[in-house]
């Protein structure tokens, strides 16, 4: 019927060379050479005008039904390849677990005891129930202090020895958080009760000194629930106690303290026997039940729903823990003290098979 060439001929060395393309480079030199802006068949469509009037729509229509056909082709042969360029990959590329770790940069490296402690506070409060939150470093003056119960002129603001930014336009500042205590106020703002987060995160304030550095890391823990009472409070900074410095038994001593965003207020040490300095108490943290004022400023109704928090100082307990004097030093990136005091990358915290043994 059709005048044009001969379709069925070009069809089949077309699907010849897809089939016998050894590689997916190969596969694609057919497909330019086929169905590419100059391609064989492409270029069939130029010889349309060359045709008598009445073949032009037939012959047209075949044309492009090859070109489906050839493009299908391609697709199949093309997903075919991959498959078996993946498969020759995972072969070539098998790993043996149980060969020794080579000694080489893996073996070399330390994972900074900051992290480590960070990641054995991360498997005991998982245990207990707790997820991770996070927020970022900068934060609004609302987040960080207002919505936190401290208003502006409040002389807790005085104390937090705040890093500001610029003011903008509007007047507002933006400012590296001082406290974690933030990333409490963006839980309760988008999570319903129950609440059961900490919030580990860098840090800043103004000060320098041998246990005070201007950056440095806290760990903030938020319960929020309906009947959640101080003996909650006690009992879980107990086991975290425990836990964490690895015994049976620790003493803890709440004394009575203040911070806008708690009431009652309290802050917590403990009896150093359990690091071996007997006698001695030494603070860990700072706490208490979430003040009613914060919980509304949350939208969360006080009448309903009750809590407390904790912050802590994950330098400080890493430095009690670890028995290391200097907390300058944890920031001066001196590889002989990462050397010495760093982690193995095979040492992983588990509280089954011991945090640091
Ligand atoms: N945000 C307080 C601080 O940095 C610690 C704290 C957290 C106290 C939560 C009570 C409750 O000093």
């Known amino acids: 019927m059709s005048s044009g060439p001969d379709l ?95 000694a080489g940069a893996e073996m070399l490296g330390r994972i900074h005891p900051v992290s480590q402690v960070l990641d054995e506070c991360i498997e005991i409060f998982a245990d207990l129930g707790f997820e991770v939150a996070e927020g970022p470093d900068i934060e609004t003056d609302d987040l960080n202090f207002t919505k936190l119960n401290i208003p502006a002129e409040h002389p807790a603001r005085q104390e937090h020895d705040t890093f500001y930014f610029n003011p903008k336009p509007d007047g507002s500042r933006l400012l590296l958080r001082t406290h974690t205590s933030p990333v409490q106020i963006r839980t ?12 580990p995160g860098r840090v800043y304030r103004c000060d320098s000194d ?18 959640t009472h101080m003996g909650h409070l006690k009992w879980v900074l ?11 038994n620790v003493t803890m001593r709440f004394r009575a303290s203040h911070f806008p965003f ?3 207020s309290m802050e917590v040490d403990i009896d150093a026997s359990a690091i071996g300095k007997p006698g001695q108490w030494l603070e860990i943290l700072g706490c208490g039940m979430v003040h009613p004022n914060v919980l509304a400023n949350c939208g969360l109704d006080p009448e309903k729903y009750q809590g407390f928090a904790f912050g802590m100082g994950l330098d400080r307990i890493t430095m009690l823990k670890y028995g290391l004097p200097d907390l300058r030093a944890f920031f001066s990136a001196d590889l002989r003290w990462l050397r010495h005091y760093g982690f ?8 089954g098979g011991g945090l640091s043994s």
Do not use: C, W, Y
Request: charge should be negative; proline fraction near 5%; charged fraction near 30%.
């Open 262 to 264: 708690t009431e009652p």
């Open 8 to 102: 069925s001929r070009l069809e089949m060395d077309v699907l010849r060379e897809i089939a016998d393309a050894g590689d997916l480079a190969a596969l694609d030199a057919v497909r330019v050479a086929a169905i590419g802006k100059k391609g064989r068949i492409s270029e069939l469509m130029g010889q349309l005008g060359t045709l008598p009037a009445e073949d032009r729509k037939a012959f047209g229509a075949s044309v492009n039904a090859l070109k489906t056909k050839v493009s299908d082709a391609l697709d199949a042969r093309k997903a075919t390849l991959e498959m078996a360029a993946l498969s020759a990959r995972l072969a070539a590329e098998r790993a043996d677990v149980t060969l020794p770790v080579r």
């Open 238 to 248: 107990e086991e975290f106690a425990k836990a964490f410095f690895e015994v049976d």
């Open 210 to 227: 041998q246990t005070h550095t201007p950056m440095f890391h806290q760990i903030e823990g938020l319960v929020i629930d309906e009947k």
């Open 344 to 351: 193995s990358l095979l040492d992983q915290p588990t509280l």
């Open 188 to 199: 309760m703002q988008t999570k319903k009760p129950p609440i059961r987060i900490i919030a």
